[in-house]
């Protein structure tokens, strides 16, 4: 019975082996009340007056498995779907089936767009999509027709239909097929309301994306994947679908890589040869068939396309890609306690989070509670350069009064009647945390902006970021057709424009983002806005970050955050991040410690954990660096470090990303697709172009087994030592190690270390440099937090180290942009690694001085020293040096090690 629904239950043990305790009834908490329930609960877990805030115990439902409905297609019911006549269109053509109509339609070369609609019914673009056909110049093409198929070839790409039975096949410019419609069971079309496409599969194809999607592997074939936005407290590997929903995938096979995007917010399936070798399909509850196919044959020319699409991040603000600190219910104080400990402890810091115990009243949103606001007002005043980040929830609670005032939010919203509606026309009431809420209504336009404007409470509060929660939209309820959300009958739009909540369900996490994108447009409209959501569909990085929700402090969660975050990646979603240290539970010292190693390479990076509930059952109070032991806190530290010192780096791969769609943190396919070995690996990962990290996954492991990708060379970050690449080592992975490998030929380009990332100006530029042959580096710069970079205040500076014939290597660097008018930037550190020592350094025939350490050469411009210890040479290079400078090496061709292909160390 709903009222009578549990506290959590002992039938959800994780690997901890600890289980989370259920005992007592929903009801009698609402009849103790919640500061009565908070003095028990305290007193019964011995945490003394600790827990201060409002609090509501996690639900029952939130560990409960939840009804799983799977739309099917019934195989002996598929269409047959014939093209009686055709109409060659400006760009493409348009079909006629009898029932229904048809278009493929050329969006650019390598990019077509295939649907199937009622007659006279026009194409389907989703609000996923950023730019529709409308933004796109149809390709040159020629079209020839014959009675049994009609062929349109661009200079990239032939699509073959075939008329009967109607079938869709794209080839190359070769000539080779790249995908192809399976017609053995029928054609593509709809089995009663469902839309579905099968298509053919050879053995050796792999598949990725999809979303965010809970799965060991990274590789999908064989897989079984649904999209249903769903709130999964806790889930794992055999939860059937999680918070956000990407129809999108990328094939890889012989003839490359192509991309399909299905374009249909209904829960969707995609069956990925998991019936048999020969076919995949994928189908939806409902919606039209449409599907865009992009052509690669790379992986990065089909993510572009993806997200020319469906649009591109925003590059964040700088502080948006520091260290995020957030627990759910830190009481106010703690919030202040441990940004300062950050402080004390000189561990980095940019961002702060405010979890929903802001809130004012029950949970409600747009309101706060005067501890909070004080403990903000105190921080911004403390500490004004760090950020801080307010969680909020869509559920607006049914009440008129919060903290004595008239509560705004619902009153205006009730007043113009914006929200989500019953099957019978009413309000939606129901229950989240407030006791009683209700939910605007995202699809329609005035309510987003609406919504929007109600963030100038958390701006005006001192608020610089937000994080959207619960826009699955989680509700705590049980339903007939799905649980934890709103019935599947639910009414969102006005007038003529309604739709059941069923076929906006996965839109509604959209649109959320969407509003609370356009507060920052209000609100903020000179800064770029930092926003992450838990709940979106394909589309929504141009609006919010996304996390990948509530993970599970195990090793098992560690290991799946790699694959997950991988596979959103390849959906378009680079700034991704999961719970650093794991959300449900509490990390064991080993697990936080490889956890923060890993971690500290996500794009997004944060450590978050549960609330106190659960502190004293299953764990220390607290996942802070410094809560497991000075040697735990010594490597977090350390590894949050090296992430400060990689922000000119990582910074840069964001600004890629925000260009081209390319993930920041990489599956090894993504650049090295022609390699068999990688399309598999789903443990390791690059961070940006150039470095390839392998965290250390398993619990007691001391050293770990890395694969190199094939015809690179590859660098141990840590001990210089060279390896081939095309083969698997071990290398030792004590506690305080990740292994960490920079692919040779390339530049890192690194700063010192700051408590946040705006402390210091960057002044100096190191320029990490492992040398082969020729490497060039395009560096970018702006002032890293508002928009003035588009409109072109931005400097970009190539840097080329090249060696030359006679042991000569030659530093060059050029201004491509300059249009930053602020920057401080005077000087490079061109680190050589590998290197043994110069005999003399000059630009042109200004030579420069050798000095002995390397803080000299630091400090004094013109210098440069070998040092022993780092097996580099440094040079101190002014930013102003128009000439080439020259490092020239004893004898002939006696410069860096691992000159050269095939030199190991
Ligand atoms: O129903 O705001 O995923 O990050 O701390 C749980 C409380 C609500 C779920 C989020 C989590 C957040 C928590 N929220």
């Known amino acids: 019975m709903l009222s009578e629904i549990l506290l959590p239950t002992f039938n959800h043990v994780y690997d901890t082996g600890v289980a989370i305790p259920r005992c007592v009834t929903r009801n009698k908490l609402t009849r103790m009340g919640r500061r009565t329930l ?48 055709h109409k060659i269109l400006g760009d493409g053509v348009k079909l006629d089936f009898g029932d229904h109509d048809g278009y493929v339609r050329l969006f650019a070369d390598d990019f077509a767009r295939v649907s199937v609609t009622e007659p006279g019914q026009a194409e389907y673009e989703s609000p996923g999509v950023a730019n529709g056909l409308d933004e796109w110049d149809a390709p040159t093409f020629g079209a020839e027709s014959t009675s049994e198929r009609i062929v349109l070839e661009t200079e990239s790409i032939t699509v073959d239909i075939s008329k009967d039975p109607f079938g869709v096949k794209f080839l190359d410019a070769d000539g080779n097929v790249v995908n192809e419609d399976y017609l053995d069971k029928g054609t593509s079309g709809y089995e009663g309301d469902k839309p579905y496409v099968y298509k053919k599969t050879d053995e050796n194809e792999a598949f990725y994306g999809f979303g965010e999607q809970p799965d060991m592997g990274f590789n999908q074939r064989g897989e079984k994947l649904e999209n249903w936005n769903t709130d999964q407290y806790g889930y794992g590997p055999d939860s059937d679908y999680v918070y956000s929903s990407v129809p999108f995938f990328v094939g890889l096979k012989d003839t490359g890589a192509y991309g399909i995007f299905f374009d249909d917010p209904y829960h969707s399936v995609f069956h990925m040869a998991d019936e048999s070798d020969d076919y995949y399909y994928f189908l939806a509850d409902g919606g039209q068939l449409t599907y865009y196919f992009a052509y690669g044959p790379e992986v990065s020319t089909v993510l572009d396309r993806y997200t020319d699409l469906t649009g591109k991040i925003d590059l964040p603000p700088k502080w948006g890609i520091g260290l995020h600190q957030s627990k759910w219910e830190y009481t106010a104080q703690e919030i202040v306690d441990t940004a300062e400990t950050y402080r004390e402890k000189e561990i980095p810091l940019d961002a702060m989070h405010f979890d929903i115990d802001y809130m004012g009243g029950e949970y409600n949103a747009f309101t706060w509670d005067p501890d909070y606001y004080d403990a903000l007002q105190t921080l ?55 006791p009683e809420a209700v939910w605007p209504d995202f699809s329609r336009e005035e309510v987003r902006s609406w919504y929007a404007s109600q963030h100038d409470a958390l701006f ?78 394909a589309g929504g990085q141009r609006y919010a970050a996304i996390w990948t929700g509530d993970n599970v402090s195990s090793w098992e969660h560690l290991r799946l955050s790699i694959p997950m975050m991988l596979n959103l990646s390849v959906s378009g979603m680079p700034f991704v991040g999961c719970d650093i240290g794991g959300f449900v539970n509490r990390p064991s010292p080993e697990l936080f410690a490889r956890w923060m190693q890993a971690g500290a390479f996500n794009p997004y990076c944060r450590n978050h954990t549960d609330s106190h509930r659960k502190d004293e059952l299953n764990g220390p109070r607290n996942q802070h660096p410094w809560t497991f032991g000075e040697e735990v806190e010594a490597i977090s530290k350390q590894y949050i470090e090296l992430r400060y010192r990689l922000l000119p780096y990582l910074y840069n791969a964001f600004k890629t990303a925000s260009e081209t769609g390319k993930p920041v943190q990489q599956p090894l396919m993504f650049q090295f697709q022609d390699d068999e070995q990688t399309v598999d690996i789903d443990d390791q990962f690059m961070f940006g172009d150039d470095m390839l990290v392998a965290p250390v996954l398993e619990k007691g492991a001391t050293t770990r087994e890395v694969y190199l990708p094939e015809d690179e060379q590859w660098a141990d970050f840590w001990t210089d030592a060279v390896h081939e690449g095309g083969q698997t080592i071990t290398v030792d992975a004590p506690l305080d190690r990740v292994p960490l490998f920079v692919k040779m030929d390339s530049i890192i380009p690194m700063r010192e270390i700051q408590q946040y990332t705006g402390e210091k100006p960057l002044t100096m530029l190191t320029l990490d440099t492992y040398l082969d042959e020729e490497v060039s580096y395009s560096f970018y710069e702006d002032d890293g937090e508002t928009r003035a970079h588009e409109n072109g205040a931005y400097n970009v500076t190539e840097f080329t180290v090249s060696t030359n014939p006679g042991g000569v290597v030659t530093f060059e660097r050029e201004h491509e942009e300059q249009n930053y008018d602020d920057s401080e930037l005077s000087s490079y550190l061109l680190k050589l690694n590998r290197s043994e020592a110069p005999q003399k350094v000059q630009a042109a025939a200004a030579k420069y001085t050798a000095v002995d350490d390397a803080e000299t050469v630091t400090e004094t411009s013109e210098t440069y020293t070998h040092s022993e210890e780092q097996n580099a040479v440094l040079v101190h290079i002014p930013a102003d040096e128009d000439n080439a400078v020259r490092l020239f090496f004893n004898g002939q061709g006696r410069g860096p090690q691992g000159q050269g292909k095939g030199r190991g160390h």
Do not use: C
């Open 38 to 85: 908070l003095k028990s609960t305290a007193a019964l877990f011995g945490v003394g007056g600790v827990l201060a805030s409002a609090s509501r115990p996690a639900r029952a439902d939130h560990y409960d498995s939840k009804i799983h409905y799977e739309p099917q297609l019934d195989n002996e019911n598929l269409a047959q779907l014939s093209v009686q006549s």
């Open 380 to 434: 911004n005043a403390d500490l004004p350069e760090l950020h801080s980040v307010a969680v909020n929830d869509p559920g607006v609670g049914k009440t008129t009064e919060v903290n004595g005032e008239p509560y705004e939010t619902y009153l205006e919203g009730t007043e113009n009647d914006y929200w989500v509606k019953d099957a019978d026309g009413d309000t939606f009431t129901a229950e989240v945390w407030p």
């Open 460 to 537: 005006d509060a001192g608020i610089d970021g937000v994080k959207n929660d619960m826009g699955e939209p989680a509700v705590f309820q049980k339903n007939e057709k799905y649980d934890w959300t709103m019935p599947h009958d639910n009414i969102h739009g006005v007038g003529e424009d309604t739709i059941r909540h069923e076929a906006y369900h996965n839109l509604y996490g959209l649109d959320y983002a969407r509003a609370a994108y356009e507060a920052f447009e209000q609100y903020k409209p000179e800064k770029r806005p930092f926003l992450l959501n838990r709940n979106l569909f």
